[in-house]
């Protein structure tokens, strides 16, 4: 039986400044000033601020020294990754002990489906008291909203922001859109806002009475989504949180070995290939798990809880730690495998703890190159085998000119000449990253 909107009851719950308010709840000196978490350097980014700072202008993803010109007197906080986390993994227990289905959609953001609980009792009391628990155990704000759709219920708790709690129901929704900035849509960024502004679009109302073929010419499927979003459609539905989802990765040696170097080249293309992978899926994991099977078979494990992220330089000296502690027999290895585990949606907060800006601009320019090229397009240098040299000790260079009677010296010529990792030329079998 298909479940109209206007029965739908949806909950959007978000942390109100969440780091802030961690770092207010470890340092109660601060409340009531100018917070700024990230951001205390020249080229620093502000991850998150205060209202206090709010009131000034200042706003995440802003340049530090841009938040101190427009704020001098705010304190900046550099921020713990490992306290926010545990933060958001305490608020997803009470909830999960709580609701019949609900999505992580980031670290300090939840959505719940509570259709048809209303038979029982009344969501909004219910959304109400789940709140008042949450604040209770964790000493930390929280908002709601309440409505019959995702989009909805998200802008409807950023209207009652900080510490509120509102309903929309089906019959009030458009009236409660209509006055509201576009710019309050989610999935309407900045380059979006100027498009549309400069065609006289500000108000949601005005949004909503531009024709469907119009929209799609100008932004094409997002222009009709966001059209949709105008009118207060939306029918993607809450993806249930899976705290044990992960992505990994094995191989398989073709000869057992205990070269410790290569192992860890083959732990750095591993994990090099997953972050890359959690990236594209805007994915962050808070745990990272490392396998080794002897040559007698035993096979062990060692994880370890870390803060959300998704970057190569972090996860592989996590890993390679992990495999220090895992390898202390001393004897050949024909297994070693990696998973990242504990995944959320999300970004990873630039500037703040374990990158800089320019490490994280280079990761994207890296991504943009694998996903126009192959993984394998650009890979760490240390997992990339030496050049074949001839015995004068020059590089063997492959010319596609020459003629090969042979087919298969032409194809081990192309092999010789493309940028290979240990995973790919050293293994007997690679599975690739899979979602469990």
């Known amino acids: ?26 340092n109660p000196e601060l409340i009531g000033k100018a917070v700024i978490v990230g951001g205390n350097s020249d080229r620093g980014v502000v991850t998150s601020c205060s209202y206090e700072a709010r009131k000034f202008g200042v706003h995440a993803a802003m340049p530090g020294r841009t938040a101190k010109l427009l704020c001098p007197q705010a304190i900046f906080v550099k921020g713990n990754m490992d ?20 999505e992580k959609a980031s670290i300090d953001e939840h959505y719940i489906d509570m259709t048809g609980m209303d038979k029982f009792f009344g969501c909004m009391k219910f959304a109400s ?26 802008v409807v708790t950023n209207e009652c922001k900080p510490n509120g709690e509102m309903e929309i129901p089906f019959p009030e929704v458009r009236p409660f859109l209509n006055p509201l900035s576009v710019h309050k849509i989610p999935g309407i960024g900045q380059a979006t806002y100027r498009k549309l502004s400069e065609m006289g679009v500000r108000k949601i109302e005005t949004l909503a009475e531009i024709p469907q073929e119009l929209m799609f010419k100008i932004l094409g499927d997002h ?33 057992d070995s205990m070269d410790i170097n290569k192992m860890k080249a083959i732990l750095t293309g591993m994990v090099t290939n997953l972050t890359f992978e959690l990236r594209s899926q805007q994915k962050l994991t808070a745990c990272i798990t490392v396998t080794i099977r002897y040559s007698n ?34 004897m050949l290895l024909r297994l070693i495998g990696v998973k990242l585990s504990h995944l959320v949606s999300g970004f990873e907060q630039i500037g703040l703890y374990h990158t800089s800006e320019e490490e994280y601009d280079l990761y994207q320019a890296m991504d943009k190159v694998r996903q126009s090229y192959g993984v394998e397009s650009v890979v760490k240098a240390c997992i990339v085998n030496k050049p074949q040299r001839d015995d004068n000790g020059k590089v ?19 092999k010789k000449s493309r940028i290979r990792t240990f995973i790919n030329s050293d293994v007997s079998s690679v599975n690739k990253p899979t979602d469990s």
């Open 223 to 255: 222009g009709l989504n966001l059209l949709q979003k105008a009118h207060g459609i939306d029918f993607s539905p809450v993806v249930p949180y899976r705290e044990r989802k992960s992505i990994g990765t094995q191989t398989t040696f073709e000869n």
């Open 396 to 414: 063997i260079k492959y010319n596609p000119r020459k003629k090969r009677s042979d087919e298969n010296n032409i194809e081990e010529e192309r």
């Open 1 to 26: 039986m298909m479940i109209m909107q206007q029965d739908k009851h949806i909950i959007h719950m978000d942390q109100d400044a969440f780091f802030v308010s961690v770092e207010l709840k470890k």
């Open 129 to 154: 008291e789940l709140r008042q628990t949450i604040i209770k155990e964790t000493g930390l704000p929280i908002s709601f909203g309440l409505s019959v759709n995702k989009t909805v219920a998200k």
């Open 83 to 102: 306290d926010y986390s545990k933060a958001s993994h305490e608020i997803t227990e009470i909830i999960a002990q709580r609701v019949p289905l609900f």
């Open 297 to 330: 078979f035993e096979t062990v494990t060692q994880q370890a809880r870390i803060p959300y992220t998704a970057l190569d330089s972090f996860l592989i000296t996590k890993a390679h730690d992990l495999f220090k502690k895992l390898y202390s027999k001393r």
